[in-house]
């Protein structure tokens, strides 16, 4: 992302292109068959998603010291440098490489991971925007001047986040984020060149070759089936940049006139020698016209190709920071968000590919950001747009206004309360209070009591009835209490019974612990529990199984119901975009009141 002021982005469906929703994909249609993705569908269910509504992994396989200080300075160990070029260069020189190499490694392996797809797409969202450097395509890296750490290490990683995308359904661009030499004076092309120095004719060919070579990847590894999109540059030098960067040496008119064709016939030509057909060719993506660096449609080649898309990045916090504090106040900044089209004539497939709320205002007023969150969202959505893609997952930043992720394990209390009122969420997720109040005293007091039985002796548990008819008198202290604890749990296990047998109507005699096969007989009565509860009973019903210890299984069956109606109380008012769709968050609010009464009646 380009850390300094305002750009725009657009991206539209176009008629002959392979559209995310016009595969199967399940993030848009929830209609998915995944060993079939190469056919085009239409969306088969009223109502379907059809916009772009996504995240990208900033930070991730592109370091930016300013988004990530903790991971910089004390995992990757990059202390004061300014980029990953400057880290290498000035950390891990010689036979200290090796060194870097591997901290890169694991940085790549764990800043984002198959489980951070998992979560993009539990909260709801369908696209997934990878920014990544040319040094991915070690080939092409000049490694006695460029000590970038070894691309192709990271290339193991990247095919399992793709490959748990494409098993979600979920649609993937992939960004060219840093080009070589550097298209930008900024840190978030893996350098820190003043100028530019990406526009001459060797770098233009060095990113071709990365443009083929990424797109033979993408035809020919089945991991990569729902990358969709290729990007040829993000956000060159542009006119609204300050200190007299634009155009930087070589890019006018190189950029337009020469780089953009030839990025396009390096993709098409790649997707000719393998005979792709046309409705499995990729987008082809260039900055839009509103990002002002020229327009790429200008040229004859481009603006015939069917199959291109146009991206332009818009920071309004930026765009509007000026010496009258612009961005600071509440009411240009809604105006922007309202008013400040993205559209482009001509650029048909366009989306705004970043985005965020930075801004100068206070970042602890809930109201506003909800609206502006929204605001923008609807901006982005409207007929001509394709969608969006927000910057970004998750950062070290302290700031929910750049992180789309629930900020669960990294951010305090005060911040995810913000992040909550901000609604980070497309407005359809949003849930409403819950329909039945949420009986929390008497589950606490039954949690309570059920928990205070885990300590039963596992004997006595098991066999109470058989000391039901000794006389506590003949028992010492330790048995006396130990005989209590197995006759409360012996109950609480036919209370549990009794009351699922009540939820769903199924008359059946009372558990008799001396029929035959009473394991059984107990494996029968788990099949009413609900299937969401049925499965995550499954750990305790292996363990009484492998004891012989009924009674203890049907108090930990117990417990977990009521764990759950407290948990799915917490989801349903604390995480509303924990859901994918408004049809899943009513599920799980039937599912909470089925857990919480048969554990509370």
């Known amino acids: 992302m380009h850390f300094s002021q305002l750009a725009s982005l657009a991206l539209v469906g176009s008629a002959t292109a392979w559209l995310p929703h016009e595969r199967d994909l399940a993030s848009f249609n929830q209609t998915a068959r995944f060993e079939q993705l190469g056919k085009r569908f239409k969306p088969n269910l009223g109502g379907g998603i059809t916009k772009i509504r996504g995240v990208n992994f900033g930070g991730w396989l592109v370091c930016e010291k300013w988004l990530q200080e903790d991971t910089w300075k004390n995992k990757l160990q990059c202390g004061n440098s300014a980029s990953e070029f400057d880290c290498m260069n000035d950390h891990y020189k010689g036979s200290n490489r090796e060194t870097g190499n591997q901290r890169f490694e694991e940085h790549w392996k764990t800043w984002i991971n198959p489980d951070t797809v998992q979560s993009v797409h539990d909260v709801g969202l369908n696209t ?3 920014p990544i450097g040319y ?3 070690t080939a092409i890296v000049d490694k006695a001047s460029e000590p970038f750490a070894d691309g192709d290490r990271m290339l193991p990683y990247l095919d399992a986040i793709v490959k748990k995308a494409a098993d979600l359904g979920i649609y993937v661009i992939m960004d060219l984020h840093g080009a070589p030499g550097g298209q930008q004076e900024d840190v978030f092309t893996g350098q820190n060149n003043k100028p530019a120095g990406f526009y001459n004719d060797y770098n233009f060919g060095r990113a071709e070759k990365w443009l083929a070579w990424m797109t033979n990847r993408i035809h020919t590894n089945p991991a990569y089936s729902t990358v969709g999109m290729i990007e040829v540059l993000n956000e060159p030098v542009s006119r609204h940049d300050g200190g007299n960067r634009y155009p930087a040496p070589g890019q006018d008119p190189g950029l337009i006139q020469k780089y953009y064709p030839a990025a396009l016939k390096a993709v098409r030509d790649t997707e000719s020698g393998l005979k792709v057909s046309n409705d499995k060719k990729l987008h082809v993506q260039f900055m839009s016209s509103k990002w002002d660096s020229g327009d790429a449609r200008t040229q004859s080649s481009i603006a015939n190709d069917a199959l291109t898309a146009f991206d332009d990045h818009n920071y309004i916090g930026f765009a509007l920071n000026d010496n009258q504090n612009s961005n600071g106040d509440a009411y240009k900044l809604m105006h922007s968000a309202c008013t400040d089209s993205r559209l482009v004539k001509g650029q048909d497939f366009t989306l705004t590919g970043e985005w965020s709320m930075t801004s100068n205002y206070d970042w602890k007023d809930e109201e506003f950001f909800n609206k502006f969150f929204t605001a923008q969202q609807q901006l982005y959505e409207v007929p001509g747009m394709a969608g969006w893609v927000y910057w970004t997952w998750k950062t070290e930043t302290n700031d929910p206004r750049w992180t789309y992720s629930p900020p669960i394990a990294t951010m305090d209390p005060v911040n995810i309360k913000h992040l909550e009122a901000m609604g980070l969420l497309p407005p359809e997720y949003k849930a409403p209070a819950l329909p039945v109040p949420v009986r929390r005293p008497v589950g606490r007091q039954v949690l309570k009591r059920a928990a205070s039985l885990r300590g039963c002796d596992l004997n006595w548990s098991l066999d109470w009835w058989q000391y039901a008819a000794m006389k506590q008198e003949n028992m010492g202290a330790a048995e006396r209490a130990q005989f209590k604890c197995g006759r409360r749990q012996h109950k609480l296990m036919q209370r549990w019974q009794n009351s699922l047998a009540r939820r769903y109507k199924k008359r059946v005699r009372q558990w008799d612990p001396t029929a035959p096969d009473p394991i059984k007989k107990m494996e029968a009565h788990l099949k009413w529990v609900p299937r969401f509860l049925a499965k995550e009973a499954i ?34 008012t604390k995480w509303p975009w924990g859901y994918k769709d408004l049809y899943q968050r009513r599920r799980h609010e039937r599912y909470a009141r089925l857990a919480r009464n048969a554990a509370t009646n």
């Open 539 to 572: 750990s305790p019903e292996d363990r009484a199984l492998r004891h012989g210890n009924i009674a203890n299984m049907a108090e930990e069956v117990a417990i977990w119901a009521i764990e759950q109606a407290e948990k799915h109380s917490r989801l349903l």
């Open 128 to 130: 997934i925007r990878i």
């Open 135 to 137: 040094w991915s395509y």
